[in-house]
């Protein structure tokens, strides 16, 4: 069974290692990924070990190249590209969107899921917000997490920069709206679901999903553009989990269904020219 380890202790042992990142990924068998700590995307579990559906999905695809272990570098979520493109870690595996200004700067996989935008409000949304434009024209603030593509998705429906509040995680998402300072805050409805399950009796709720069929946002797995082979090779071994089955009762734990599989046509390409 592959390992998954919650340290990234090893990062100064590999510092200097020239060898092609495929390459020195099999004969160590472990793999450095970037997470972000949300759930339920890549956290660590109150044991410490690294879960969540992309460093679970990340493990099953690996175990076909004969890794053994995950080793985890946190980052905030707006860290994630610039650890990755500076050697911190191999792979980020957080759940991150594929947009057309990402892509300029780093490879994706197939994608690896698709999940609508979703707002976090009051029980019974007494504001009626049921996308960005409502958020703009009400002239309320709304919290997004940090580097999120839901900043631009707010800007592109003329929500004003000084009513776009920034934050570290998801955590600080839900605080924001519990505690009044914000009356809206935006993530996937995955993640939004998430939180309002971890706090049963909470007064808040997560709106229905923006967009649908192909218009949903497809997130994947992100890579150097030097490690073409090992993107391509992971992306072969994601397919191969997609079409088997396998992916959905891997994901499934984690609040994903079968509606959140990519349609089997949908393209990295395709990905990239959204957002």
């Known amino acids: 069974m592959l390992a998954l380890a919650g340290t990234g202790a090893l990062l100064a042992a590999c510092a200097r290692d020239n060898r092609p990142t495929f390459e020195r990924i099999r004969e160590s068998g472990a793999l450095r990924v970037g997470i972000s700590g949300e759930e339920p995307y890549s956290y660590l579990d109150t044991s410490g070990r690294l879960t969540g559906e992309s460093p679970e999905v990340a493990k099953a695809v690996m175990t076909g190249f004969g890794v053994q272990t995950l080793e985890s570098v946190q980052r905030p979520f707006g860290k994630l590209i610039d650890g990755l493109l500076g050697g911190s870690f191999d792979v980020i595996a957080s759940g991150m969107q594929i947009t057309r200004d990402r ?3 780093v490879l994706f996989s197939r994608p690896d899921f698709v999940a609508p935008t979703a707002f976090l409000v009051r029980r019974g949304n007494p504001l009626g917000l049921r996308d960005f434009g409502d958020v703009a024209r009400a002239g309320v603030p709304i919290a997004v997490l940090d580097g999120a593509v839901e900043r631009g998705a707010a800007r592109a429906a003329g929500v004003r920069d000084d009513r776009i509040k920034a934050y570290d995680s998801p955590s600080d998402l839900y605080q924001a709206v519990f505690d009044g300072a914000v009356p809206v805050a935006t993530l996937t409805d995955i993640s939004l679901r998430r939180l309002v399950g971890r706090h049963p009796a909470s007064p808040l709720e997560v709106t229905p999903g923006i967009g649908g069929g192909r218009t949903l946002p497809a997130a994947g797995f992100a890579f150097r553009p030097a490690d073409a082979d090992l993107c391509n090779a992971f992306s072969t071994g994601l397919t191969t989990l997609q079409n088997s089955g396998a992916w ?28």
Not at 248 to 271: E, M, Y
């Open 103 to 105: 892509c300029r700067r």
């Open 248 to 275: 959905l009762r891997i994901a499934a734990p984690f609040g994903v269904s079968a509606a959140n599989l990519p349609p089997r046509d949908l393209t990295t390409a395709d990905a990239c020219q959204t957002g």
